[in-house]
Structures are given as structure tokens and as C-alpha cells.
């Protein structure tokens, strides 16, 4: 995501895997906990996410509910 969604718990730079996609800009990502817990749900648009690429590294942060 590129901003928080702090309803969710989500924070900027969270990694969500892409589950839906709908046409002609809108998608459903998934967001887990490290136990592989769905967290959130949610259908942002196209332009709210970014593609993961080679030159960034993953991290793990807590999770504090909102």
C-alpha cells in the first residue's frame, strides 16, 4: 500500500498479495499476519498499490490494532 489504512492495522509499505482483480481499476488484496492470519481484506484502486520489485527488501513489524 502506499498509505496507511488504519482501520485495518495497515501501515505504508505493507506487502499484500493481489487476490481479485477488477476491471477497469480496481483490485482485492489480502494482508496476512506472520501466522497466516487474514488481517484485511480490502479493494483499493490501481493507483494505491505498487508492485513489489528487486531492489526492495522485506521487513517484519509488530501489529497494533487499531
Sequence with gaps: MKED???Y???A???GT???LYKPDG???EFLTGSGRTQA???PAD???RPIVDSDI???RPLHAA
Design 5 to 7: 489504512l488504519s482501520g
Design 9 to 11: 492495522g495497515l501501515q
Design 13 to 15: 509499505g505493507d506487502i
Design 18 to 20: 493481489v487476490v481479485e
Design 27 to 29: 483490485l482485492e488484496v
Design 41 to 43: 481484506l480490502v479493494t
Design 47 to 49: 493507483s494505491d498499490v
Design 58 to 60: 522485506l521487513s517484519v
